[in-house]
């Protein structure tokens, strides 16, 4: 028999009546979370595992959590035939949870801390409620009023220390996924998430590490391979991430998954592979604007700058928000020497998205070399090394020879000396 650890299922796959199952315990558990709130976690990942898995029978832990949502559901039914001040509030939290509970609509996430939100306010209702009830002037000097007196203050004292903790969980998607996978070690989604963070931060080997652990628990689990590509690409391996990244392609045919496929298999050199990739995308999804995105890399990449154009003017005409389109269409119209309508496509690529630090480089590039507002480009060549960007050598280049036109030999040859400096100091992380 397979133990609750080692089940893995999604909600479209299961039947209506596990559906229905699984949610008494995790609506119990939302109930039990409200007079017990702990473990607090980001995502429980209950449609991965580890305890809700096609229950044909109840268990204890389905039958507890049935319990206590029959126990809310009856004492709101109860409070509203008695008029008891309490059932606004039990209904409050019963109908502001109703929409999150997978019994009307399916969420990727199960349950989720953050899905309290709103329901809770209900039950605060109903404590503050009970509070008053117990210090009323009519219970003045008894036990009851001292007790309330003594538990608002140390009810009070608990939550704010519970919301410090959590918002300190909560400060960046590194330290969230973290807290993830410390609570629920079973969760692919956590691992997964964390491994995104830790590339982003540039700690590839170890977002890789977290990737694996994703797909060991959940070996169909597309975001999983999709990060293992993003790390192996960190890591200047682009073949091995397309050979990890095809079989996403082959569970779940998506225009994001296809068109990295393709990207990747270009930046590995593997062109035919890539342009099989690429015209699949085009047959599966007809016009997706990054899948002719990658094509014109491709294109790009063997020196097709005419081509690269061609294909990428019709995706600007009807989608001019697409930055990085811009981008690359600016990068085949300074191939072909139009570098005035290149500088263009940059400035437009990067009024959409100010982030797209390329586009910044290849704008001052282009303006150092045609002698147009040199210095505002050095300038920004100069907050672009500050970054330490993937591209950090092209960027020092290229503000040394912005320096030069400036007649600044004296600083260009101290940002050479900074640049060799930045060269050894990479060269050694490599080779630790």
């Known amino acids: 028999m397979m133990t609750t650890e080692t089940r893995l299922f999604a909600l479209n796959k299961v039947t209506a009546l596990d559906r229905v199952v699984t949610m008494i315990e995790v609506l119990g558990d939302y109930v039990r979370l409200q007079v017990f709130p702990t473990p607090l976690v980001g995502d429980y990942a209950y449609n ?150 830790l590339i982003a931060a540039g700690r590839a080997e170890e977002g890789v590490g977290s990737a694996l652990e994703a797909l060991r628990l959940r070996p169909d689990f597309v975001h999983g391979r999709i990060v293992l590509a993003q790390g192996l690409e960190a890591l200047g391996r682009p073949g091995e991430a397309a050979d990890a990244l095809a079989p996403a392609v082959t569970l ?99 009024a959409l998205d100010p982030a797209l630090a390329p586009a910044r480089l290849e704008r001052s590039r282009l303006r150092v070399v045609m002698g147009v507002e040199v210095a505002a480009a050095v300038a920004e060549l100069r907050t672009l090394v500050a970054g330490r960007p993937p591209f950090l050598a092209e960027a020092y280049a290229a503000l040394v020879a912005g320096l030069r036109r400036l007649g600044d030999d004296a600083g260009a040859r101290r940002v050479e000396a900074e640049a060799a400096d930045a060269a050894r100091m990479s060269a050694s992380g490599a080779g630790s």
């Open 252 to 350: 779940d045919l998506t225009p994001r998954a296809v068109v990295y496929l393709t990207t990747l298999l270009g930046a590995a050199g593997r062109v035919d592979e890539a342009q099989a990739a690429g015209a699949e995308a085009l047959t599966r999804f007809p016009g997706n604007p990054d899948a002719t995105l990658a094509l014109a890399l491709i294109e790009l990449g063997s020196g097709a700058a005419e081509s690269a154009r061609a294909r990428l003017d019709p995706v600007i005409a009807r989608y001019p928000g697409h930055a990085p389109a811009r981008y690359h269409r600016g990068l085949a119209l300074r191939m072909l020497g139009r570098t005035e309508e290149a500088i263009g496509d940059f400035d437009a690529a990067l």
């Open 48 to 197: 991965f595992n580890p305890a809700l898995l096609k229950h044909r029978t109840l268990d204890l832990p389905v039958l507890a959590a049935g319990l206590a949502l029959g126990a809310a559901v009856l004492g709101m039914g109860v409070g509203w035939w008695r008029r008891h001040p309490t059932a606004p509030a039990l209904a409050w939290f019963l109908i502001a949870l109703t929409p999150y509970s997978n019994l009307v609509l399916q969420f990727a996430q199960v349950k989720t801390e953050r899905l309290l939100y709103w329901p809770s306010a209900g039950s605060c209702m109903a404590l503050a409620w009970l509070l008053a009830r117990l210090d009323a002037p009519a219970a003045a000097g008894r036990a009851s009023s001292r007790l309330a007196r003594c538990l608002t203050p140390a009810v009070l004292g608990v939550f704010l220390v519970l919301t410090a903790v959590r918002n300190r969980d909560w400060r960046d998607g590194l330290t969230f996924f973290a807290d993830v996978v410390e609570k629920q070690p079973l969760n692919p989604m956590g691992h997964a998430g964390l491994g995104a963070e």
